[in-house]
């Protein structure tokens, strides 16, 4: 995962925050929630984790950051988290336990989960072991800890599924119509369920599960940036679907908010209005390539096979029947509301290399078409005024 950008100016928020969205009204938070002494992040190796845990180590509000990964952070994330613990650990049981035991953990975020397989670290089995199973072996060294006051865990909109008989618009309370096909968002689905029956077991814990839609921004790296970036950009002929996307400094925002703050329960997290798929291939100055359903499969078969982007089946569903979620509960809560996914797709087009059919070239290319046709007129007219 990676992403992140300059934001421009916003109207400033009523507590000084680092975030780049719009602010609004809010709740203030308890002193206990605003002030965690010890803040365990997972997945800290990853883009996501080492900037939040980064910002956590920053904040004067937050005592001792600890980041915990399977594999250390690369040099460019490292060079950011000097003032971040780093424990080299998978997400074991007993190791957390020892980890939890010691460090007197008040808060931990759980930003360890695989998007996609990683066919160099076992495939689709691994991403499941390490989503599903490390999710279990965390809440339950969680359980242990006589301290812990909140959990904040990164999920996603693809827990909603994407199929024909979806609703306009997902709220919180929407359950997915049909079980989805892709790993990921099955995943998703488990851990969300381990952690209700987490809640059930320690109500004194606040968690917090945040449905992030797909990330977009200047620096990212994902499978959808990849295929955004694609000259010719593979779609369903007749479909058109819907898509929202957020992006990563608000994301990054509304994560740093739910741990220093105190805001329990699911929420939506996307940027306000859609584009349609054709919208944004237009945007990034691509060029689309309607083929029939059946055949979308095989041309992202062929597209990984090229090394060129790996689909996953939860964005074959995607790029069909598209997503919409409601967001209303998370600005009424965090008082924070992301910025648009139009304006967040385009600060990540203006990162990108121009496409050969980029905005400004269709705007030169229609200039000179209408002037074609002006000074053609005006021949006509010459022409019949002399007869």
Known sequence: MSDGTPARKRRAAPAKSPG???ATRRSKPSPQAARPAVVVVTGVGRYLGARVAARLAGDPAVGRVIGVDSAPPSPELARDLGGVELRESQLRTGELLKLFGTADVTAVAHLAVATSPDPQRGGRAAMKESNVIGTMQLLAACQQAPRLRKLVVRSSTAAYGASFRDPAVFTEDTEPRDVP???????????????????????DVAATVLRFAPFIGQQAETRLSRYFSMSVVPTVLGRDPRLQFVHVDDALEVLHRAIVEDHPGTFNVAGRGV?????????????????????LSGVAAFAKRSG????????????V??????????????????????????EFV???????LRPQRLREAEKLILEQIRRARAALESSSSDD
Do not use: K, W
């Not at 096909?181 to 099955?186: K, L, Q």
């Not at 060129?308 to 790029?319: E, I, K, T, W, Y």
């Not at 598209?322 to 797709?345: I, K, M, Y």
């Not at 203006?350 to 050969?356: D, F, I, L």
């Open 308 to 319: 060129m982007v790996d689909f996953s089946l939860d964005q074959l569903d995607l790029f």
């Open 321 to 346: 029947h598209g997503r919409v979620v409601d967001t209303d509960a998370l600005v009424r809560e965090f008082g924070f509301e992301p910025r648009t996914s139009a304006e967040a797709f385009d």
């Open 350 to 356: 203006r990162a990108q290399n121009p496409g050969p």
């Open 181 to 203: 096909r892709g790993g990921f968002a099955r995943d998703v689905l488990d851990i969300e369920g381990y952690v209700r029956g987490f809640c059930r077991r320690r109500p």
């Open 275 to 295: 584009l349609t798929l054709n919208q944004a291939i237009r945007r990034a100055g691509r060029v689309a390539a309607p083929t029939l359903e059946p055949g």
């Open 20 to 22: 780049s969205g719009r």
